[in-house]
């Protein structure tokens, strides 16, 4: 060591450097974040997103975070998830879907949450906000923005013609096969400024109906619960409320909504909110997570449709 | 809150509200583009739609969107703004020259369909239409202006 220099000790250098290791650090995590986490990356494997040049990274990283423990606990591979999904959402710009982004502000928050001091306080809270914006700007939209969601017209015309519902079409509304094809075709647009002199009527039962009304409300009264458990202070029943209206949501939406990548992220998000060190919720997370799997592998609507002949 | 919660959260809201934007004011759908706004609406890309003239010497026919300039088709129905429209338009052009047809006028045309709120009847409207002007040339077929 010199004389006429400062010390090296002295010198600032080492926060510099203890700052910038703590993203390649391995943070010390319980089960409070090691599930959520590990949840995350089979939800990578699981569902692959965006094109040849970040799907092989976000894929290899997430496999390598399931085999390799300390991986998963290292900001920085987070990071690298969060800034490869910020390129797949750049790059095809406005095709990906919102969960896409969910994911990344999600990576992102798990990253930051690594680097501090409290990683599972730091992620139940990102976690939260990150679930009640998510969840208020839905509402927003369909309370108050879109022009055909709370009048019933996006059910009734979605149920119908999106082949993805018309299994749910049939087995919950009452909808028999010809009535379907006979609708699709009913709905087939019109160039603009035509008209028929005697349109064909589309055919909805008062089964359909009702179903197509009870998706609308439905969707939109649990998704406003959700938001605003999540906006609410913390006490003994919001937290449970929180935690209720997410697994409800996603056991729920997801038997339908063909998007099982958003329920995953969304249970992953519910599972970080988990504080109790009893293992019973995070075994209900968990679960729910696997029904969603269940939900997206197997045509359960339609097995069930058969069996009913 | 802390920064490390606040980050995030910021982001979302800030691409949220932006999204918001972009849809009131350029069509964007509000399926996409972060703004949370999916299975609100039937306003998204299943019922929206691009078609395409291409006028040239002696020829003037709606062209399929060959499967090269899908993913640009579906980027510019989901979200009809100029630069889309044109990146587009330019690649039609640029294919035609590839096969040797020369293009003296490409027209986008993005619409949408709206359904009534009692018959639920379907009727196409017309979102956005951009015309791509170019000389007849097979080697420059980019060299046009777009309006």
Request: some cysteine.
């Amino acid at each position: 060591m010199s004389l006429t220099r400062p010390s090296a000790i002295l010198r600032p250098v080492p926060a510099v450097d203890a700052r910038r290791s703590s993203w390649l650090r391995a943070a010390a995590c319980g089960p409070a974040v090691l599930l959520p986490l590990r949840l995350t990356a089979i939800a990578l494997l699981l569902r692959p997103t965006g094109e040849w040049f970040v799907r092989p990274a976000i894929l290899g990283i997430a496999a390598v975070m399931l085999v390799w423990p300390r991986a998963l606990r290292l900001p920085i591979l987070w990071l690298a998830i969060a800034l490869l999904l910020g390129v797949r959402i750049a790059a095809d710009w406005p095709l990906a879907d919102n969960h896409i982004y969910l994911l990344g502000y999600w990576t992102l928050a798990v990253a930051l949450a690594l680097t501090s001091a409290s990683a599972a306080g730091t992620l139940a809270a990102s976690s939260r906000a990150l679930l009640a914006l998510a969840f208020a700007f839905a509402v927003l939209w369909k309370a108050l923005l879109a022009p055909d969601f709370v009048d019933g017209r996006f059910f009734r015309v979605t149920l119908l013609t999106d082949p993805r519902f018309g299994d749910a079409a049939m087995l919950v509304g009452g909808l028999t096969p010809e009535q379907l094809a006979a609708d699709r075709q009913a709905l087939a647009p019109l160039p603009e400024g035509a008209v028929m002199l005697d349109p064909p009527a589309v055919i909805e039962p008062p089964r359909f109906r009702a179903f197509a009304r009870v998706a609308t409300w439905g969707v939109l009264l649990i998704e406003g619960l959700v938001a605003l458990a999540m906006l609410l202070p913390s006490t003994t029943v919001v937290v449970a409320a929180r935690h209720v209206s997410v697994l409800a949501f996603c056991l729920v939406s997801y038997a339908f909504a063909p998007v099982a990548g958003f329920g995953w992220l969304l249970l992953v998000m519910g599972a970080a909110q988990i504080r109790t060190s009893g293992s019973g919720l995070r075994l209900l997370y968990l679960v729910a997570f696997l029904t969603v799997l269940f939900y997206a592998e197997v045509p359960w609507a339609a097995l069930l449709l058969d069996a009913l002949g | 809150m802390p920064v490390r919660v606040l980050a995030p959260a910021a982001l979302l809201t800030m691409v949220a509200v932006a999204q918001i934007a972009l849809s009131r004011h350029a069509d964007l759908t509000p399926w996409k583009g972060g703004g949370f706004g999916m299975f609100s609406t039937l306003d998204h890309g299943a019922f929206r739609g691009v078609s395409v003239i291409v006028d040239g010497p002696e020829r003037s026919e709606t062209l399929e969107i060959p499967p090269s300039l899908e993913v640009l088709a579906a980027r510019a129905a989901n979200a009809p703004d100029q630069w889309l429209l044109r990146r587009l338009a330019d690649g039609v052009a640029a294919r035609e020259a590839r096969y040797g047809r020369p293009v003296t006028r490409v027209t986008v045309h993005v619409w949408k369909t709206s359904f009534a709120r009692d018959t639920l009847h379907a009727t196409e409207h017309r979102l956005r239409t951009f015309v791509r002007e170019s000389h007849p040339s097979v080697r420059d077929p980019s060299s046009g202006p777009g309006r």
